[in-house]
């Protein structure tokens, strides 16, 4: 009885070692990310990140966003992929579409668009990367399009339509993320 008593928590404690254990950060501004609480990743399956069954026919690497599950996918194979919380573009930002991975930068230095800032001419006109980025902790660019995959510093937006178009994640997912996926994945956005 005392050896399954401590059997189990030995289990018990290698999960929490496994929650709180995070690698070393890649950047340094990475120290200071926000993000969801300890609590949140725990009992959270909303916006928990996750292998999924994933039946499909694109290749392995691919990412699919589904707008309306407000879900993007990173296919694995062996009918799997790997499923993130998203917030999605507001209503009149919402797109549809396919293009592909053409660049990746940590920490993205932000320079909203001449449409934003006639919507919001009280932002700035360039902000250097860092913690209170509007971008985050990573960036995924897509094609030549203004639209980005990126973190975000508001994780309580996650599951919501929101932005501008762009498709924002925890910054502890989009750093997953971007440490997944490679430059020419196809995107596929629906």
Same mark, same amino acid.
């Given at each position: ?59 392995? /690497? ?14 694995? /194979?062996? /009918? ?5 919380? %998203? ?55 897509? /094609? ?30 989009? %750093? ?15």
């Amino acid at each position: 009885m005392s050896l399954r008593f401590l059997g189990g928590g030995a289990c018990a404690v290698a999960l929490l070692a496994s929650v709180w254990v995070t690698p070393a950060a890649a950047h340094p501004y990475d120290q200071y990310i926000r993000g969801r609480s300890f609590f949140g990743a725990m009992f959270g399956p909303s916006i928990a990140r996750m292998v999924v069954s994933y039946p499909t026919n694109q290749k392995t /690497g691919t990412i699919v966003i589904s707008t309306a599950q407000r879900r993007l996918y990173l296919v694995l /194979g062996n /009918g799997q992929a790997l499923s993130y919380a %998203i917030a999605v573009g507001a209503a009149g930002y919402a797109w549809s579409g396919v293009n592909q991975v053409t660049d990746k930068r940590e920490w993205p230095d932000w320079t909203p668009p001449g449409e934003m800032l006639q919507r919001r001419p009280d932002l700035p006109r360039h902000m250097a990367g860092g913690p209170d980025n509007p971008m985050g902790a990573r960036a995924i660019y897509l /094609g030549s399009s203004l639209y980005r995959i990126h973190g975000s510093n508001e994780p309580d937006k996650i599951g919501q339509a929101v932005s501008s178009g762009c498709i924002r994640l925890t910054n502890q997912d989009v %750093i997953d993320l971007y440490n997944r996926v490679q430059i020419g994945a196809t995107v596929i956005v629906q």
